[in-house]
């Protein structure tokens, strides 16, 4: 793997074939839609496609930012926006990736599971900055309550975002930068 230093700009609904141009490493910003979505609410889309419902989003193409944000201070969309940790959400993920989820954004390390899910339906995972919500806040321009109004920080939000930064961790080949990072600079 090579490294690349080199900025991309990515349209949210992404097309598959343009995660599959990803690589983990890539510096990308994000414009467009995406949707924040955390445990209360990936439990209620589970119980929900367990029973045969619709989901409240149509996962083709979309990417979710595991993200709860505190409340918005006057004249702003949304308040401080970091990313949570995303293991919280592995035992649902991979049915997600399978309706067509191009991508995750959050941080940390996926499970094996999260990762074949992710090679197999051509999805990429994304870390933003832990610590850095404030600033990660500045490229949401508009956020609305979608569905699950009731759990609060963590209801689905549909976020209208621009020059959102994140690199990509895992690519759809299943390229690890936790992992070849941890290799190049011999970290446990």
Known sequence: MEDNNMDIEIQAPVDKNKMKELKAGDMVYITGTIYTARDAAHKRMSEALAKGEKLPIDMEGNLIYYMGPSPAREGRPIGSAGPTTASRMDK????????????????????????????????????????????????????????????????????????????????????????TAGEKYNLD
């Open 92 to 179: 649902y993920a991979p049915a997600l990736l399978d309706l067509g989820l191009s991508g995750m954004i959050g941080k940390g390390k996926r499970s094996k599971e999260v990762i074949d899910a992710m090679v197999k339906n051509d999805a990429v995972y994304f870390a933003a900055i832990g610590g850095a919500g404030a600033l990660l806040s500045k490229a949401i321009i508009q956020s609305e309550v979608i569905a699950y109004d009731d759990l609060g920080t963590e209801a689905i939000r549909k976020l209208k975002v621009e020059r959102f930064p994140a690199i990509v961790v895992i690519d759809s080949m299943g390229n690890n930068l936790y992992e």
